[in-house]
Nanobody, 124 residues
Framework: QVHVVESGGGSVQAGGSLRLSCVASGSGDSIVSMAWFRQAPGEEREGVASIYLGSNTTWYADSVKGRFSISRDNAKNTMYLEMKSLKSEDTATYYC?????????????????WGQGTQVTVSS
């Protein structure tokens, strides 16, 4: 069983920064792609950023391009989401997901393993 655990959420003022971390541990299906999703109250879950581990190719939602950066530290088995210039509309629960693949537009994916989420609150 693969366990996915996110950390690093918190409260920050608009314009501030946060770094989320995600560790996937245990044994299970091979993990080839990882992604961050978020869900605000009353809203649908949306893809934010993803990374293909084979080539470190990354994709971003238009709403976060230029502000968020996804990366992976293989030595630490950890994925990160660096968030800068945060806006109130970035407030949401952020989820880490891992699995086989995810489309560049986040609309289709095969991600078997999900974390419990970490809350990010941005105050204006």
């Amino acid at each position: 069983q693969v366990h996915v655990v996110e950390s690093g959420g918190g409260s920050v003022q608009a314009g501030g920064s946060l770094r989320l971390s995600c560790v996937a541990s245990g044994s299970g299906d091979s993990i080839v792609s990882m992604a961050w999703f978020r869900q605000a109250p009353g809203e649908e879950r949306e893809g934010v950023a993803s990374i293909y581990l084979g080539s470190n190719t990354t994709w971003y939602a238009d709403s976060v391009k230029g502000r968020f950066s996804i990366s992976r530290d293989n030595a630490k088995n950890t994925m990160y989401l660096e968030m800068k210039s945060l806006k109130s509309e970035d407030t949401a629960t952020y989820y880490c997901a891992a699995g086989k693949w995810i489309a560049y537009d986040f609309r289709r994916y095969d991600l078997k393993y999900w974390g419990q989420g970490t809350q990010v609150t941005v105050s204006s």
